[in-house]
């Protein structure tokens, strides 16, 4: 990373050169990886009533980027235009005849945005986002026993917004830390009903994606800047302000009066907002950075399957979280800190499970879950002792389990996962 270092081998003595960021006016490129949350509400008639149920899972991208940008000051606005290449996949089955089974998988996306950003005193380029994407979809949904259903291929338009940071590494390298959602058109699918008839499904498609790329900028005047130095040795505390998404593998056994099924499903929120803080004790050992932190966040991500008048009506709610984790990284010549992360956290989620007329037979349980939590991130200095933090994790939670209590019980596994991208302010003691 620039500036290289002297060779052993010279002959003669150079000076160190000052920190040079990128100047962000002009052309870029670069290519980025990430992971995404399908979210996908699927709405329709089903038995002389409605089906409500959402659906989501998680996947991962990758694809390049290209832009021009202009700087005034500290102030920029580019354009940017980008492709990627996913294989995110949604599916619900239920082996019972008159069930259906949905399968929903995103393919390839391109899109272009708008960037309006502000360079903080270390050069790294703060910035919020604005564009269009165009984004394929294939689609299929069947009732079990009918002889045909709807399978094809749909290009859904959606808005995309969202925030992120590119962080100078070099006089025209550049690393970045991109967060944004997508709101999707609606369609609407035709498949065979029960009675044979044309029945419909309305599909409302939404993501989360984050992403985290390389890039490079060409020419450019370079404006040398002031490294900020930030003393992250000792204790540090901050709070941050989160939007994520919980999903669910449901599986195990309805029991309809002694019919047996077997039923699997991805379920999933359209993300939900989180609200949390940190403390950590941190060590610098030259450029490398390791601390230990805890947390603890409150969270309003839920999802819901809804079948009325008649059918099985439960939801996952996620509350409170508390855990602690480690990070190490790698402190780049502006003073940026890039790190990854490891941790355990423990969750609590709400539970509710209706089936049937008696209510005595309705479960709604607490399930305090551990579970396993990694993710990177980066911290940008603002002062000699503050830093804005952009933070991405993944989290895999132990699975929990229950039999109801009805005269033919039902019997489910829940395996939950979370990704959350969180923005905060770091104060170092």
Known sequence: LYPAPESPWSTTSKAKPSFTPVDWGGFYLGVQYGQNALYSEVKGPRDMGTDLAEYGDKGNFVGPFLGYGWRYQTWYWGLEA????????????KSKVESQTVYLEKNKSYGGSLRLGYMVPNGALVYSRLGLVRSEFDTYNKVNNQPSGYDDTDWETGIQYGI?????????????????????????????????????????????LFRLGLGWHFGGEHQAAKRVNVDRDGFYTGLQLGHGSIGSNTQGIHNDGGDISNFNGDFADEAGVNLGGFLGYGKTFNHWYLSV??????????????????????????????????????????????????GAVKTRFNTTWIKGGNRQNDIERDDNVWGNRIGVGA????????????????????????????GSPDAMEFDNEETLFRMGLSVYF
Request: aromatic share 14%; net charge negative.
């Open 82 to 93: 980008e492709y990627e290449k996913t294989n995110t996949t949604v599916s619900h089955s």
């Open 164 to 208: 992120g940071a590119d962080i100078p590494a070099g006089e025209h390298l550049f690393v970045r830390i991109d967060y944004r959602l997508t709101d999707y058109d609606d369609y609407t699918v035709n498949y065979l009903g029960n009675t044979g008839d044309p029945e419909s499904a309305n599909y409302d498609n939404d993501e989360t």
């Open 293 to 342: 932190e805890v947390e603890a966040d409150t969270s309003n991500a839920d999802w819901k399957h809804e079948r009325e008048p008649n059918g099985r009506n439960f939801s996952v709610d996620k509350k409170g979280s508390y855990g602690l984790g480690a990070r190490i990284g790698y402190i780049l010549d502006s003073g940026s800190l890039l790190y990854a992360r490891a």
């Open 379 to 406: 911290e940008v200095p603002l002062t000699a002792n503050t830093s804005i933090r952009f933070d991405y994790t993944y989290t895999d939670y132990h699975s929990y389990d229950f039999t109801t209590s009805h």
